[in-house]
């Protein structure tokens, strides 16, 4: 969870070695008061009077929106929790959002789930499913839902005002209502810490224990913990000094996965990091390694004193921020659910009634690069699916020698999944202009450079930023050495309000947001000093 401005923050550089002072209570539990229902979101679709409203992205009907948290699928259904201000449309009264869906794109907005008081705002955290009553917080017959949150504690609180610590809640009913745990908070700092934060569980078979990943933000330490009822937390070590340090170290999550055509496995840590991001701002980083139950050590990380470019990122754009895992998604690879968004300027984008939405799902595999493990991003195979099946596949072959074109009226369309191979067979650059003006002067600028084997996506032109300063106007992403032939495929999920480019097989990913005119529904491609094929295919959403 991060506040507006890290600014806002007090800095408390802790010793790694902080004690830890663990609250448990067996005591009964309350029911929380009831929740605000929020909008629906289903049925919402952009239009002239709301232009930039997605079609495929989760976003709320009303309302401010920002980090995921509470990522679970349970009985065929994926919970979305995140921030969310029920009462305006910028970060404050933080409290947890609720959607649901069946496929990762199509979305239900479900009533709040834990509403912000007085005493307690709700920061970020995580949900797990305990299957067998471990916490006791349920029955064998109806084991609970379990939600680990960062409590921000206001007036009256049951810690200091401005103190940050870790608690819980649980649902019987599937996630339609919650009742805190009535010995919160379950976890906290000695001394109190106002940076304690995002709590994130993984179950580690090996100890038959659960893992929590938190944070103390601003020491740029995350801090491991481990339970067997997932009430009382026994502290096991800190990871730190590694990889970027430019800001807020945030939304840390520690999961293991499958090397790529192999029989290892390995830990990766994932992070959130604001500002100091390799796009500037927000932006995240992850780290490979080891894990023995106890200690998370990174192979190959960047020492903290090195350029950005040396880090391991998750996406090269400036609008991917606080994603973590599904908590029980089919398949065996990752499913994250991130943020779009950038502190930079999150709170000034032009959107109403609401301001916020998340990326596509994407799943995550480990491969081999030429001097580390890295991690290559695809959309999420359910949300995939439907994206494919949403309309008719239109396609277009041509070659351009230094020129443009424009592409027709079968890719006019504000929203569509576009899969995109060039051939750059002496041209200097090539590319494609989505989201054009009948006069060509403004348009998002998707293109690939074959001297540089560099992806890039440049909003400069694209609409509407005079809003931010900080806006940025490109980002781009230098694709493996091997892919440096002068062919280069990628795949472009274009919304009303972003597009997310996943290049080289999900070696890169540029994630951005922009806010066109409504008008501007154009689509060319473009060769620059020498001739390109094309062949560009797309699907309506």
Same mark, same amino acid.
């Given at each position: ?51 930039? #409203?997605? %079609? ?10 920002? *980090? ?50 007085? *005493? ?6 995580? &949900? ?6 471990? =916490? ?39 996630? @339609? +209502? ?24 993984? !179950?580690?078979?090996?100890? $038959?224990?659960?893992?929590?990943? +938190? ?6 330490? %995350?801090?491991?913990?481990?339970? +067997? ?40 840590? &994932? ?10 701002? =927000? ?39 606080? @994603? ?7 398949? *065996? ?9 950038? !502190? ?10 609401? #301001?916020?939405?998340?990326? &596509? ?66 041209? $200097? ?5 989505? $989201? $054009? ?17 560099? %992806? ?28 440096? *032939? ?21 070696? @890169? ?8 005119? !409504? ?23």
């Amino acid at each position: 969870m991060t506040y507006p401005s890290p600014h806002l923050s007090r800095r408390q550089l802790l010793a790694a070695s902080a004690a830890v002072v663990v609250a448990f209570s067996a005591a009964s539990c309350t029911q929380q008061e009831s929740p605000t229902p929020g909008p629906t979101a289903g049925g919402h679709r952009p239009a002239a009077s709301d232009p930039w #409203r997605p %079609v495929a992205h989760l976003t709320a009907g009303k309302n401010w929106l920002n *980090d995921p948290n509470g990522l679970v699928y349970h009985d065929g259904t994926y919970h979305a929790f995140y921030q969310y201000n029920p009462r305006g449309n910028s970060w404050g009264n933080m409290s947890w959002g609720h959607s649901t869906s069946k496929d990762l794109v199509n979305w239900e907005e479900q009533p709040v789930a834990m509403e912000a008081s007085d *005493d307690e705002e709700i920061f970020s955290g995580c &949900i797990v499913m305990d299957s067998h009553n471990a =916490s006791g917080l349920g029955s064998a017959s109806n084991p609970p839902m379990v939600a680990l949150y960062t409590s921000a504690y206001g007036k009256n609180g049951a810690l200091p005002q401005g103190a940050q610590a870790q608690s819980v809640a649980f649902s019987l009913d599937g996630g @339609a +209502t919650w009742q805190k745990y009535h010995g919160n908070p379950v976890l906290n700092l000695a001394p109190t810490n106002n940076n304690f934060r995002d709590p994130k569980v993984t !179950w580690y078979e090996p100890g $038959r224990y659960w893992v929590m990943t +938190t944070v103390v933000a601003d020491a740029q330490v %995350v801090k491991l913990f481990k339970s +067997t009822d997932l009430l009382r937390w026994e502290f096991l070590s800190d990871f730190s000094g590694a990889g970027a340090q430019g800001g807020l170290w945030e939304v840390p999550e520690l999961v293991q996965m499958d090397v790529e055509d192999s029989t290892a496995k390995k830990w990766v840590m &994932i992070l959130s990091i604001n500002p100091g991001g390799i796009a500037g701002g =927000s932006g995240m980083q992850y780290f490979v390694g080891e894990f023995d139950g106890t200690r998370f050590t990174a192979e190959n990380a960047a020492a903290p004193d090195a350029p950005l470019n040396e880090s391991q990122w998750l996406d090269h754009g400036a609008d991917y921020y606080a @994603a973590n895992s599904i908590s029980g998604a089919p398949g *065996d690879k990752p499913v994250l659910l991130g943020w779009m968004g950038n !502190w930079d300027y999150a709170q000034d984008v032009p959107t109403t009634p609401w #301001r916020g939405s998340m990326a &596509i799902p994407r799943e995550l595999t480990l491969v081999r690069g030429q001097k580390r493990l890295e991690l290559r991003s695809a959309i999420a195979a359910a949300a995939r699916d439907t994206l494919e099946g949403s309309g008719e596949v239109k396609r277009k072959d041509l070659t351009l020698g230094s020129s443009l074109q424009d592409l027709g009226g079968d890719f006019t369309a504000r929203s569509q999944l576009i899969e995109l191979t060039m051939d750059l067979t002496s041209a $200097r650059e090539a590319g494609l202009v989505l $989201r $054009r003006s009948s006069d060509g002067k403004a348009g998002l600028r998707v293109s690939f450079t074959k001297e540089t084997n560099t %992806v890039r996506v440049d909003r400069s032109e694209a609409g509407t930023s005079n809003f931010s300063a900080k806006f940025s106007p490109y980002h781009e992403a230098v694709l493996p050495s091997s892919a440096n *032939d002068g062919t280069v495929q990628l795949t472009i999920l274009l919304d009303a309000s972003s597009v997310e480019v996943f290049a080289a097989g999900g070696a @890169a990913v540029i994630t951005e947001t922009f806010f066109p005119e !409504w008008d501007n529904t154009g689509s060319s491609a473009f060769s620059v000093e020498g001739d390109t094929g094309f062949t560009v295919t797309s699907r309506t959403l």
